[in-house]
């Protein structure tokens, strides 16, 4: 009995060590995961880190850094996981910074446009409260903003191109301008050179189904030919 007593005692002392050093592993996990959104924190109002920074750029900058090193043992994807939680709480605070800069840019009759520089957007806002660092994130905010909304004009433009059967892959923007230039979808997309650069993109992907057309063609026709010899041959 004292020998079995003494099995058990030596077992729960082992447990005990075990539960101690999973503890303090977790700890010490913890305490680097804490060191590296202090260190996200840090970059950020550095002006270094952004809710438009990307996960390859944010590497370039930390990967040589002890804590990133720690992270990394920490399993695949640990370190990217906090990073994706920090730019989704930056890329909320834009979206209230680019309310803000709106406001003002309305205040000021000022309109925001593809060729606002940052410098033009600080003085626009400069009594808004926004900090140089939330300036630049707005500017980039908006800029994609301008850059969605032309894409969807474009791409409208496009959609009402595929309706007409008078526009095929010989076509040249010259030559159709005039068919199309009373559109909306014509009318609505805001430069000649977004005008040109779809209406060329849609012949060009006209000129690729009529290659893919003949691809094929060509595939059925060297199809029937083999199978015509192959009978001529069992004949």
């Known amino acids: ?12 002392q082992g447990e005990a060590s075990r539960v101690r050093e999973r503890e303090a592993r977790k700890k010490q996990e913890r305490l680097v995961r804490d060191e590296f959104r202090q260190l996200m924190r840090d970059l950020t109002n550095e ?19 002890d804590v990133f090193a720690s992270m ?3 399993g695949p994807g640990a370190a990217k996981d906090l990073f994706d939680d920090h730019i989704a709480e930056l890329e909320t605070a834009v979206k209230e910074d680019v309310k803000t800069a709106k406001q003002a840019l309305e205040a000021a009759s000022i309109v925001f446009k593809r060729s606002t520089t940052l410098e033009d957007l600080s003085k626009a806002v400069q009594r808004s409260g ?6 630049i994130s707005v500017h980039f905010a908006l800029v994609e903003e301008l850059d969605r909304h032309r894409k969807a004009l474009m791409d409208r433009f496009k959609d009402f191109l595929k309706t007409l059967s008078s526009i ?6 010259d030559q159709s301008v005039e068919l199309i230039r009373e559109s909306p979808e014509f009318l609505a997309v805001e430069t000649e050179e ?5 209406f060329e993109e849609h012949v060009e992907r006209l000129k690729e189904k009529s290659k893919d057309k003949r691809t094929v063609r060509r595939r059925n026709d060297d199809d029937d030919s083999e199978h015509k010899k192959r009978r001529r041959t069992e004949d």
């Open 1 to 12: 009995i004292v020998f079995e007593d003494y099995i058990k005692e030596i077992e729960r």
């Open 47 to 65: 002006g270094q880190l952004f809710a438009h920074t990307k996960w390859a750029q944010f590497m370039e900058q930390v990967q040589t850094q």
């Open 168 to 173: 095929d892959d010989g076509c040249t923007y």
């Open 194 to 198: 977004d005008r040109r650069r779809a």
């Open 130 to 135: 926004l900090n140089q660092n939330a300036i």
């Open 72 to 74: 990394e043992q920490q």
